[in-house]
Nanobody
Framework: QLQLVESGGGLVQPGGSLRLSCAAS????????MGWFRQAPGKEREGLSC????????YYADSVKGRFTISRDVAKNTIYLQMNSLEPEDTAVYYC?????????????????WGQGTQVTVSS
């Protein structure tokens, strides 16, 4: 059974860092590209980053480029999102998903499945 469990969110001050984790079960990371999304209150869900399952190529939205880094650990069947230089505008619920990863326009949810998400709040 497919399951994605996000963790690592929390409250952090502006300029701080967090590392989000997404543990996958029911499939292996070499099957699908994986991506991170976020949804802030009153806003649409935004595709932030994705990593291909073939060669590990990555995509970043302009809003996070240079600050966020996506990675994967195939042995642990887990993907990560290292978030640095966090800003109040990064406050949102963050989700991972199995995706189609376009290196030009970003991730699209491939399986129409979302985990429960993890809340990130950036505030002083």
């Amino acid at each position: 059974q497919l399951q994605l469990v996000e963790s690592g969110g929390g409250l952090v001050q502006p300029g701080g860092s967090l590392r989000l984790s997404c543990a996958a079960s029911g499939f292996t990371l070499d099957t699908y590209a994986m991506g991170w999304f976020r949804q802030a209150p009153g806003k649409e869900r935004e595709g932030l980053s994705c990593i291909t399952n073939t060669d590990g190529s990555t995509y970043y939205a302009d809003s996070v480029k240079g600050r966020f880094t996506i990675s994967r650990d195939v042995a642990k069947n887990t993907i990560y999102l290292q978030m640095n230089s966090l800003e109040p505008e990064d406050t949102a619920v963050y989700y991972c998903a199995a995706v189609h990863c376009s290196l030009y326009v970003g991730p699209f949810n491939r399986l129409n499945y979302w985990g429960q998400g993890t809340q990130v709040t950036v505030s002083s």
